[in-house]
């Protein structure tokens, strides 16, 4: 099954029963190939500790206990029934959460906030009515929240921890799988010899994985689905075999009392193996986070009838086995190939090393599109994204990033060469990811669901119990392994901090320094500024007010363009807003000084069009919004400032009723306007002359002001466009702290000069450029 079919699903839309068992199947390649993998070395993992066997196989039936139970209440009830429950209009994820609490409190820290903003159709679709019996407690919280900007920076960082978690789960997932599956070349070879071969196997695995990142999921992806049901298939049917062979009775282990017995015998030690069974529950925050593919109910169906009886006979199996095999000697031993039958250890290396492949891709995918989403709120610099298929909107490659995951676990696989250090490092990273959604979903539950406060306490205090039991387990192993997970999310944690800290006071410098409408008017006279053809398109982050760049452009060269857009691209805390409600256009002075913004607004999940078709639609919003600007039918006017009124203005593409744009390949020039529906203009002279013309609706009251400000308006654009840029060079003020002066001169700094332009500016022409430079004392 291709991947190029999963598209992003709209929650409300009720979907076919065949529609749902499709997606289901399709999202074991995406959704569960991490997950899936965990019993290659959950058990080598939690028997690597100091644990001693006894006749009575307790500590067997302990760790199966365990493991049964973190299954049945992380993965199953608390993501399947209740986190699925908290998506961002068919969203997930850490960011997910995070958004969709600025929607409902005002507690997110984007500088450039707009009312006209609350009306887009994903901050309202979904939400009920507040009974009035609930509203006093969720109400406290919200003020709360709201008036303390010290409590909005706490639960930005705490988002920002759970995506550096993430983050570092992409390095370390990839690395633990793929050496554990090589791992079964232990059982052909000596001990002495077998880490020499695996290590460089591992390695080239890992090099050939990330090298095919660039042609995109959808491409590779094509056995995902079937290699993640073959070896779910594989290891059920393994492990039920060994449960008929060696105990059948080994379900006993389902008893809780189990689990107290395991502990009260081992101490320290069991205590310690934790983290080993941790390493069950790798991958289930993909079930949230990759909510966006696929349907809630498909997930809950793969993940209720497949993926869960398959791992729980499958660990069934494997405590079978061991529970009859008390006489292994070495620990490395202790693992997932020996209890396969050995005419069948072959075949199932084979189909393990596909399916590490397999979990590693999703994990590292997934590691993108949150980087995507960090790099579209402001928390991260600015970095190449291609987007590898034109159907599923998920799939993007990220070069950067790409590379320096493989180094880094190319450094951890040559480092650890163990699954004992790795697994330690990749479950104290889930487990964090764990406890931040834990605590994101009981403030969504108070202030989005509106449910008692009760209520999420008991949530918190329920699940944080079990996944502070586990994080303390796993953070005892600092200096075993644990120490890489809380390294790499420090140091992404600080380049994030330090970039949304330098953006947002360089946003609060252009907002104290613009200029007003007033010194606009008086400009003209004063220098005797001229107009030159073409449209000068002038990027800043301002949404109102004429940008400082602008006064210093045109006070140092007294001339700007016949035609002026003040351009803001902006992300908004929403996964995807609608083609209809894109731009918000609105004049900045006088109707005669043609002077135009226009608030391009994006999700973090939504897709920049390349250059030309930006340009397009651009125009074709400017055009729409002087043409309604004039008649009875204006749509619904947003006055925030007192300079500007916006309208919101659809993409050409979105409406059949706005005013489009066409171009015809013809031989004569054609100047003027030919009805009161279509205004025509033409391009320079090309080798093939083009008739290029806007398509104006049927609109009797169209006035002549109208038609010649549209006139003018095309024959600007054919004149050609201007894209001036902002060249900023930031510094921390005087009398700044040392601290300040080190983040803004050189952290900021250093990121700003490494990162890339903004993508709408990635194919814009060098010769159509002008880059104005500024110091901005911060």
């Not at 998506?87 to 507690?107: I, K, M, P, W």
């Not at 303390?148 to 550096?164: D, E, F, K, P, S």
């Amino acid at each position: 099954m291709d991947l190029e079919s999963v598209v992003y699903r709209n929650p409300i839309k009720k979907e076919s029963w065949r529609t749902v068992l499709t997606l289901a199947y399709q999202s074991l390649g995406v959704v569960y190939g991490d997950l899936s993998t965990s019993p290659l070395y959950v058990y080598k993992s939690t028997f690597a500790e100091d644990i001693q066997h006894s006749d009575t196989n307790e500590e067997i039936y302990g760790v199966l206990s365990f493991v049964f139970w973190t299954l049945t209440l992380i993965p199953l009830l608390k993501y399947v029934f209740i986190v699925l429950r908290a998506d961002d209009n068919g969203e997930g994820g850490t960011f997910a959460l995070y958004s969709l609490l600025c929607r409902h409190a005002q507690v997110g820290l984007l500088p450039d906030v707009q009312l006209a903003d609350e009306k887009l159709i994903e901050y309202t679709k979904g939400d009920g009515t507040v009974p009035i019996n609930k509203r006093n407690v969720g109400s406290v919280l919200k003020s709360l929240l709201e008036k303390h900007r010290v409590l909005q920076r706490v639960l930005l960082v705490l988002a920002l921890i759970g995506t550096c978690m993430v983050i570092g789960d992409g390095v370390l997932t990839p690395a633990l799988s793929v050496f554990s599956a090589v791992s079964g070349l232990e059982l052909s070879m000596s001990k002495e010899h077998h880490r020499y071969v695996e290590v460089p196997v591992a390695c080239i695995i890992l090099v050939f994985l990330f090298s095919l990142q660039h042609y995109g999921t959808h491409r590779v992806g094509i056995l995902f689905a079937p290699v993640v049901m073959t070896w779910l298939l594989c290891i059920s049917g393994i492990g039920l075999y060994n449960i008929l062979h060696w105990n059948p009775h080994v379900y006993r282990a389902f008893s809780p009392v189990y689990m107290f017995k395991f502990l009260k015998k081992t101490q320290r030690g069991g205590w310690m193996s934790l983290g080993g069974i941790l390493l069950c529950i790798t991958g289930s925050e993909a079930m949230f986070a990759d909510l966006g593919h696929f349907s809630q109910l498909s997930i809950q169906i793969a993940f209720t009838f497949l993926v869960y009886p398959a791992l729980i006979l499958a660990y069934m199996g494997q405590a079978a086995y061991l529970s009859k095999h008390h006489a292994i000697e070495s620990d490395y031993r202790i693992g997932f190939y020996v209890s396969v039958p050995e005419k069948l250890r072959w075949p199932v290396l084979i189909i393990a090393i596909l399916q590490s492949v397999v979990g590693s891709q999703a994990i590292i995918t997934g590691t993108f599109s949150i980087i995507k989403q960090c790099s579209a709120m402001g928390c991260f610099p600015k970095v190449k994204i291609i987007h590898t298929s034109s159907k599923v909107h998920g799939q993007i490659y990220i070069p950067e990033i790409n590379w320096c995951l493989m180094l880094l676990c190319l450094a951890i696989t040559i480092g650890f060469r163990d699954t004992k250090r790795m697994g330690n490092a990749s479950g104290l990273a889930v487990i964090t990811v764990m406890l931040v959604t834990t605590c994101l979903m009981s403030l969504v539950m108070v202030l989005c669901w509106h449910k008692s406060v009760l209520l999420a306490l008991g949530f918190i205090f329920f699940f944080g119990s079990i996944e502070t039991l586990y994080f303390s387990a796993s953070l005892i192993k600092f200096l075993e392994g644990a120490w890489v997970p809380i390294a790499l999310s420090l140091i992404f944690l600080i380049i994030m901090c330090v970039w949304h800290y330098g953006t947002l006071k360089k946003y609060e410098f252009d907002v104290q320094n613009k200029v007003s409408i007033n010194w606009l008017l008086g400009l003209v006279p004063t220098l005797g500024i001229v107009r030159v053809k073409g449209i000068g398109l002038i990027h800043t982050e301002l949404v109102s007010g004429i940008p400082a760049i602008f006064s210093h452009f045109v006070t140092n060269l007294p001339a700007f363009h016949q035609v002026v857009i003040f351009l803001s691209i902006k992300s908004v805390p929403v996964p995807h807003v609608r083609a209809e409600e894109r731009f918000l256009v609105g004049r900045v002075g006088p109707k005669e000084y043609r002077l135009y913004r226009c608030i391009a607004r994006y999700g973090y999940r939504d897709i920049h069009k390349d250059n030309m078709e930006f340009e397009k639609d651009l125009i074709c919003s400017i055009a729409e919004f002087i043409r309604s600007g004039t008649s009875e039918c204006d749509v619904g006017f947003e006055s925030f400032e007192d300079d500007t009124k916006m309208t919101v203005v659809g993409t050409s593409a979105s409406n059949t009723e706005c005013v489009r744009m066409c171009e015809d390949n013809d031989d004569k020039d054609i100047s003027q306007m030919e009805d009161a529906s279509e205004l025509r203009g033409v391009k320079a002279p090309e080798k093939v002359k083009k008739r290029v013309r806007f398509v104006v609706p049927d609109s009797p009251q169209i006035d002549l002001g109208t038609r010649k400000e549209l006139q003018e308006l095309m024959e600007a654009r054919e004149a050609g466009m201007a894209f001036i840029m902002g060249h900023s060079y930031v510094r921390a003020k005087r009398g700044s702290s040392w601290i300040k002066k080190a983040v803004i001169n050189y952290g900021y700094d250093f990121l700003r000069r490494n990162s890339r332009a903004p993508t709408y500016a990635v194919s814009i022409p060098q010769g159509s450029t002008l880059e104005v430079g500024m110091v901005y004392h911060v």
